[in-house]
């Protein structure tokens, strides 16, 4: 029994011997190190674009008009696509992308870049907060685009957006909006209630609630 027990353990240590001597001879150590190091490497540096292409984006914003933030939304989505090649599993850098084309005008396209940081690729980076967020955009997004089936799929971010953010009174008045648009009232009167419970300065959620109730 002893013997065995000893075969079995010089067994095992040939066997490892062999693994380190392979290893050691292609350098796999090294090459994984190195990998990681470029990993490492490549999402520092999107994350540098992606802080520039946000503050470009803000100052985009501070302006009066679109053409006047041309300049600087055109700067703010290269500086997105750079983070996204980089580090194309970073949500954040999505919906970066997906902001600045809001604010271009191109919906559709903004719509499809937030839709990329809500698939599996890159969700898993969002924390349930910025879930949220992202969800609600989606919405606001799909309303935009004035489709009865969009509007549909709104009300399925908006009702998740708000499990997740249940003190974002924005997503409420939003959500009551989709259901006032289906003619769901009793539905819109609860969804504009939560939103005044929230911000009980909120003029949109008021002036939705006396609307329904004048109606």
């Given amino acids: 029994m002893a013997s065995i027990v000893f ?26 190190l190195a990998k990681f190091r470029r990993e490492n490497r490549s999402q520092a540096q999107a994350k540098r ?12 914003r501070s302006m009066n008009s ?9 700067q703010s989505l290269a500086e997105a696509d750079k983070a996204v090649v980089l580090d194309p599993s970073d949500a954040a850098s999505h919906i ?11 919906k559709p396209s903004a719509l499809d870049a937030i839709d990329v940081a809500l698939s599996p690729l890159a969700v898993k980076s969002l924390s349930e907060v910025e879930l949220g967020d992202a969800l ?3 919405a606001e997004l ?7 089936e969009k509007v549909d799929s709104a009300i399925e971010d908006l009702d998740r957006a708000v499990e997740l953010s249940p003190e974002n009174a924005r997503a409420f008045c939003l959500l009551g909006e ?38």
């Avoid at 799909?142 to 009865?148: C, D, L, P, Q, T």
């Fill in 66 to 74: 679109r053409s006047a933030a041309a300049p600087l939304t055109k």
């Fill in 96 to 106: 970066l992308r997906a902001l600045v084309l809001d604010l271009q005008g191109f």
């Fill in 7 to 32: 075969d079995i353990l010089v067994q095992a240590g040939l066997i490892l011997f062999f693994l380190f001597m392979f290893l050691t001879i292609y350098d796999i150590p090294k090459k994984i």
């Fill in 178 to 215: 989709c259901y006032e648009a289906k003619k769901m009232e009793a539905e819109a009167r609860k969804a504009y209630e939560e939103a005044l419970r929230i911000d009980p300065d909120s003029a949109a959620a008021r002036e939705a609630l006396d609307r329904i109730v004048s109606s």
């Fill in 136 to 138: 609600l955009k989606r």
């Fill in 142 to 148: 799909k309303i935009a685009m004035s489709h009865r």
């Fill in 49 to 60: 674009h992606f802080v520039v292409g946000a503050q470009l984006l803000a100052r985009a």
